[in-house]
């Protein structure tokens, strides 16, 4: 994973665990509508648009990908 980036310098399990955190942040900001409210349509669909963002974050976590990107504009010369 070593590059040019911010995220190049940390180590793997730091970007796991990032990755890991927004996954599981997704879930939560997801589900919570359909347990305190009920379900509703409009509910579901928040929930079903999370999930598959947590989903996706998950799948990150998994290949250990750099979860810091800086564009090139950006970075220290």
């Known amino acids: ?14 970007h796991r665990a990032n990755w890991g955190g927004g996954a599981l942040a997704c879930l939560g900001i997801g589900l919570y509508p359909l ?9 579901a669909l928040w929930a079903l648009f999370w999930v598959v963002m947590g989903v996706g974050a998950a799948n990150n976590a998994r290949l250990g990908r750099n979860s810091i990107h800086v564009p090139a504009r950006f970075r220290r010369k």
């Open 1 to 14: 994973m070593p590059n040019d980036d911010e995220g190049g310098r940390l180590p793997g399990w730091f």
């Open 35 to 43: 347990l305190a409210r009920g379900y509703t349509m409009t509910a």
